[in-house]
């Protein structure tokens, strides 16, 4: 599949800066770039390798000014990274078409619904009463439990598993290996012994959340751990009970979070963050990766390091915890010093109340 600067430039409703015929046939990085190639500029320290690099078209940002001389056809456009994701779903579409009808062997109950243009694939299982609204996708050997409710174009890949009840919107993915509804930790500590606290509630996933390979998202005790609409959730996440994530919220992997914690909208968390149980978390904070929080933070926080302190306080720690050490030892010869001083001025003072007495 081949396609001219001119129809990419057309697609994408941006200006040709050089060879208007010239074709791609495949994406690379504008490090890497090769023959035939497309890629793109947006971050600004890869500036220098546009200059050198051997793609035969490069997306840049309508403000981007040529230095020197560059080989490569430009298409100008207000968000090279935006024109980019546009170039690759439509390049996806084409090579990977939805799949439609159902495989065998698979188990759908009875009772089950299902809506038009649906995949169904090889070895999955439908439960009883479940809801599957249209264009939904769902791949071999994936679980869904009775009452579960799928909004339309959704795509289950291959292995995941929804219990019972649990609620999952539309335009919704979920990656093999997630857990979506599995029990909450709640046990109840009894002369040393721990009994179960049944969890009867369930997981409800808004529109447009994404969640990752092997991520778990916790069924509540009570009422619902709710994922709101335009979440992205990375691989290896755990969500625990009762949890409400803010829309638009994104998490990168191997995050934590305990249960009944509050997280508001357009917050950004870094990967391996945990965060303690019963916290809210104000919209729009930021925490950094491997931060820890226990407390609650205030809308538009920037916190990294744990216990997690604000973003700046934590830069200015790290520059003086290499210099800890020299610190210490320098603290312990003013100890000295200062010690020696004293014994020094107790000394004069004994010599001069010596010389008045005489």
Known sequence: MRFTAQQIASFLNGEIIGNADVEVDSFSKIEEGRPHSLTFLSNPKYTPHIYETKADIVLVNNDF??????????????????????????????????????????????????????????????????????????YPQTYIGNNVKIGDNTIIYAGAKIYKDCVIGQNCIIHSGAVVGADGFGFSPQEGVYHKIPQLGNVVLEDDVEVGANTTIDRAVMGSTIVRKGVKLDNLIQIAHNCEIGSNTVMAAQAGIAGSTKIGESCVLGGQVGIGGHITIGSKTQIGAQSGIISNTKPGSEVMGSPAIPLKSFFKSSIIMPKLPDMYRQIGMLEKEIEELKKQLNSDKDRDEGLSCK
Request: charged share 20%; proline share 5%.
């Open 65 to 138: 000014f040529a230095e020197k001389e560059i080989s490569a056809t430009l298409i100008k456009v207000p968000d090279a990274y935006a024109a980019l994701t546009l170039l690759l779903r439509m390049v996806n579409d084409i090579v990977n078409p939805p799949r439609e009808g159902i495989e065998r062997p698979c188990h759908i109950a009875e009772s089950a619904k299902t809506g038009d243009n649906v995949y169904i694939g090889a070895f999955a299982y439908l439960g009883e009463n479940c809801q599957i609204g249209d264009n939904v996708q769902i």
